[in-house]
């Protein structure tokens, strides 16, 4: 099992950038995928991208792909999401998501762990 505590959400103006982070506990957390997904209020939480454990694999919304970038450290359980050229529509909160199992990345419903999420609001 791991845990996971995200961080780095804030407010910022339309093509700003933040640089989210995804704390993991747990001494396997080298052998699980890693994922962000966005939920807007109201709305169901979308993928965003995925990193699979050896960080060797990467995978984007078509919607981020140029503008957002995965990276993980196994060394220290940490996953990042850096939001390049901000916008209004990528506001929601980000959830960092750990998988075991098999499944698309691209469905929420595979993935077996969930942080609380931060608040990313953008400005127009």
């Known amino acids: 099992q791991v845990q996971l505590v995200e961080s780095g959400g804030g407010l910022v103006q339309a093509g700003g950038s933040l640089r989210l982070s995804c704390a993991a506990s747990?001494?396997?957390?080298?052998?699980?995928?890693m994922g962000w997904f966005r939920q807007a209020p109201g709305k169901e939480r979308e993928f965003r991208a995925a990193?699979?454990?050896?960080?060797?694999?990467?995978y984007y919304a078509n919607s981020v792909k140029g503008r957002f970038t995965i990276s993980r450290d196994n060394a220290k359980n940490m996953v990042y999401l850096q939001l390049n050229s901000l916008k209004p529509e990528d506001t929601g909160v980000y959830f960092c998501?750990?998988?075991?199992?098999?499944?698309?990345?691209?469905?929420?419903?595979?993935?077996?762990?969930w942080g609380q999420g931060t608040q990313v609001t953008v400005s127009s």
């Open positions: 990193i699979n454990w050896r960080g060797d694999n990467l």
């Open positions: 747990g001494r396997t957390f080298s052998s699980y995928d």
């Open positions: 998501a750990a998988k075991e199992t098999l499944g698309s990345y691209y469905n929420a419903y595979n993935w077996d762990y």
